[in-house]
């Protein structure tokens, strides 16, 4: 049973644009939750994180928005540019650090 | 540049033979790694958590007698594939959470593609 609940599964979106991914967990002793972006044939890289006391947060073009009554979490990327486009994954952890729970991920293509 | 560094990046095997693949934090010390598996276009699923010192544990379903995982200092972690066979062939990545002056960040290695052939 997946703990963390990605969507969409992929998105297009034209340069310039915005991009945003949803995801949603379960457990409430999550308390961490980081974005990840992987492009084919690497590892995932850190893009943002956010803990639960916290509603936003923005780190240039990427902003998390935090909502914990709802046990939900975005990505939105701002000004979508074409080197943006990879899989982004969300990310859960609790108590054991570091011991991530995955979304499904989020194919996201940016045309020029 | 990569704070977690994996080793190989790619390797190719036949099958039966154990291939070992090594996870190394270039800059911090982690008394705990994580291994997971990644296959084509799927998210990552955790296969086990490395302990400096001890024993590994594992996740549901994942054959420890199969993964053999050693966390033999505060700074390596190795994973080997005993026997392995075709269906072993995967993306195998490793991770390692940061407690440092950075602040608390998990940081990925590279990834390992493994072929059994």
């Known amino acids: 049973q997946q703990q963390v609940k990605q969507s969409p599964q992929s998105l297009i979106v034209q340069k310039g644009g915005i991009s945003i991914i949803n995801c949603a967990y379960e457990n409430t002793a999550f308390d961490y939750f980081p974005w990840y972006q992987q492009f084919p044939g690497k590892g995932p890289a850190l893009l943002i994180a956010i803990r639960p006391d916290v509603s936003e947060k923005k780190e240039g073009r990427f902003t998390i928005s935090f909502n914990k009554s709802a046990k939900q979490f975005s990505l939105h990327i701002m000004d979508s540019q074409p080197g943006d486009s990879a899989t982004y994954f969300c990310?859960?952890?609790?108590?054991?650090?570091?011991?991530?729970?995955f979304g499904a991920g989020t194919q996201v293509v940016v045309t020029p | 540049g990569a704070v977690v560094s994996q080793h190989p990046s790619r390797v190719i095997c036949k099958s039966g033979t154990s291939v070992k693949i090594e996870c190394r934090s270039l800059d911090f010390q982690a008394t705990t790694m994580f291994w997971y598996r990644q296959f084509p276009k799927q998210s990552l699923m955790l296969m086990a958590t490395s302990n400096e010192g001890s024993k590994a544990t594992y996740e549901q379903g994942v054959e420890k007698d199969k993964f053999l995982i050693n966390h033999a200092s505060l700074t390596l972690s190795t994973l080997t594939v005993t026997s392995a066979h075709p269906e072993d062939s995967s993306f195998y990545i490793c991770?390692?959470?940061?407690?440092?002056?950075?602040?608390?960040?998990?940081?990925f290695g590279e990834g390992s593609w493994l072929t059994v052939v």
């Open positions: 990310a859960a952890s609790m108590g054991s650090w570091g011991k991530l729970q």
């Open positions: 991770s390692a959470p940061d407690r440092g002056p950075r602040g608390n960040t998990i940081y």
